[in-house]
C-alpha cells in the first residue's frame, strides 16, 4: 500500500502569516490521510501475515528549507507514524518504509514553484 497523497498548503513561510486552517488541513491530508490508508491496510494485511506500507515524507523532515511550517511538520509527523506502525505491524510480518526524497518534478511541485515546463 502506497501512502502517497499530500500537500503543501497555502505558502506562508512565517509562523506569524500561517492560517491555523491550513496548518489543520495540511495534517488532515498528510498525516491522517495516510494513518488513515495504513490502518485499513493493516485490517487486510494482519490477518494475511503480510504486506508493506509506504509512505512518501520530504527530505523537508531532516533539514529546514524553506517550505511552510504545517508542510514541514507534517512530513516529521510521517516520520514518526512510518516509525511506530513499522514496530506494531512488523511483528506480524509487515513492513513498513518511508521515502524522504527531495524535490521531485511532480505537478504539485510544478504548481508550488510556478514551474510549469
Same mark, same amino acid.
Given at each position: 500500500? +502506497? ?7 497555502? #505558502? =506562508?513561510?512565517?509562523? @506569524? ?7 489543520k488541513?495540511? +495534517?488532515?491530508?498528510?498525516? /491522517? *490521510?495516510? +494513518? &488513515? *490508508? ?10 494475511? $501475515? ?11 523532515? $531532516?533539514?529546514?528549507?524553506? /517550505?511552510? !511550517?504545517?508542510?514541514k511538520?507534517?512530513? !516529521? #509527523?510521517?516520520? *514518526?507514524?512510518? $516509525?511506530? &506502525?513499522?514496530? =506494531? &505491524? #512488523?511483528e506480524?510480518?509487515? %513492513? ?9 518534478? @511532480?505537478? &504539485?511541485?510544478?504548481? @508550488?514553484?510556478?514551474?510549469? %515546463?
Amino acid at each position: 500500500m +502506497f501512502n502517497n497523497a499530500g500537500l503543501i498548503g497555502d #505558502g =506562508e513561510v512565517r509562523v @506569524t502569516d500561517a492560517s491555523t486552517d491550513n496548518f489543520k488541513r495540511v +495534517f488532515d491530508i498528510n498525516v /491522517l *490521510g495516510g +494513518f &488513515l *490508508g495504513a490502518k485499513y491496510a493493516a485490517k487486510v494485511m494482519v490477518p494475511a $501475515k503480510k504486506g508493506c506500507i509506504l509512505f512518501s515524507s520530504s527530505i523537508s523532515s $531532516k533539514i529546514s528549507i524553506g /517550505l511552510p !511550517h504545517a508542510y514541514k511538520a507534517s512530513k !516529521h #509527523g510521517v516520520v *514518526g507514524l512510518t $516509525k511506530s &506502525l513499522a514496530v =506494531e &505491524l #512488523g511483528e506480524h510480518g509487515i %513492513r513498513v518504509n518511508c521515502i524522504s526524497p527531495h524535490a521531485t518534478v @511532480t505537478p &504539485l511541485f510544478q504548481t @508550488t514553484t510556478g514551474d510549469v %515546463r
